[in-house]
C-alpha cells in the first residue's frame, strides 16, 4: 500500500465517522426539538388551565360522611327533585353562566 492509498483510506475513513457523527446530532437534535415544542403545548394547555373559570356547588349540610348532604336521595334526584345547593364562581375570572 502505498503513501496516496493509506492516506485515501485515513480519509474515508474519517469521511465516515464524521458523517455518522452529523447523522447522530440530527438525531438528537430532531428528538431534543419534537420534546420542546409537546412541552411548550403541554404548558400552553395548562396556562389556558389556570385562567378557565370553573364553578363549585357546595350542598346544603354537607360532611364528610354524606358529600351531597344528609338527605341525599339518588332516586329522588332522578325523578328531579334536587336538594339546596349553592353554585359559586370559583379563583382567577368570573364564570359568565354562574348562578349565585
Avoid: Y
Amino acid at each position: 500500500m502505498t503513501l496516496g492509498e493509506k492516506i485515501d483510506a485515513v480519509v474515508a475513513t474519517a469521511t465516515l465517522l464524521m458523517m455518522v457523527a452529523t447523522f447522530a446530532l440530527a438525531w438528537v437534535t430532531k428528538r431534543l426539538a419534537t420534546e420542546t415544542s409537546a412541552s411548550t403545548k403541554q404548558t400552553e394547555r395548562h396556562h389556558q388551565d389556570n385562567l378557565r373559570p370553573f364553578c363549585v356547588i357546595t350542598f346544603a349540610d354537607a360532611t364528610r360522611e354524606h358529600p351531597f348532604g344528609i338527605g341525599f336521595d339518588p332516586e329522588e334526584r332522578r325523578r328531579g327533585g334536587w336538594k339546596r345547593a349553592r353554585v359559586q364562581a370559583h379563583k382567577r375570572r368570573p364564570s359568565m353562566f354562574a348562578a349565585s
